[in-house]
Nanobody, 128 residues
Framework: QEQLVESGGGLVQAGGSLRLSCAASGSTGSTYAMGWFRQHPGQEREFVAAISWSGATTYYTDSVKGRFTISRDNAKNTMYLQMNSLKPEDTAVYYC?????????????????????WGQGTQVTVSS
């Protein structure tokens, strides 16, 4: 069964950087469109960034544009989120997500319901 495993979370001071990784493993098919979501305590999970299967198309929520970069290495079945200039409000549990259904080389989605495979989450804490 396909699984997603996040890593790279931790504690960092404001202005610092972290790089999250999301590794896909398993014996069934591939992960196509992928994305990162985050969940603040007591709040709903929110969209952060998405990337198409080709990697050519990316999209970010406004609050992270210019600070976060999503990328992927399909040969390694791994997606990344480089987070720079971190702010205390970036503190959350970060989840990676994947669509295991092929919908096009440059397809991506910002919607929670578009993804059918999720990781377990990794905590990111930014201190002020």
């Amino acid at each position: 069964q396909e699984q997603l495993v996040e890593s790279g979370g931790g504690l960092v001071q404001a202005g610092g950087s972290l790089r999250l990784s999301c590794a896909a493993s398993g014996s069934t098919g591939s992960t196509y469109a992928m994305g990162w979501f985050r969940q603040h305590p007591g709040q709903e999970r929110e969209f952060v960034a998405a990337i198409s299967w080709s990697g050519a198309t990316t999209y970010y929520t406004d609050s992270v544009k210019g600070r976060f970069t999503i990328s992927r290495d399909n040969a390694k079945n791994t997606m990344y989120l480089q987070m720079n200039s971190l702010k205390p409000e970036d503190t959350a549990v970060y989840y990676c997500a994947a669509d295991i259904v092929y919908r096009g080389h440059d397809y991506y989605s910002t919607f929670f319901s578009a993804y059918n495979l999720w990781g377990q989450g990794t905590q990111v804490t930014v201190s002020s």
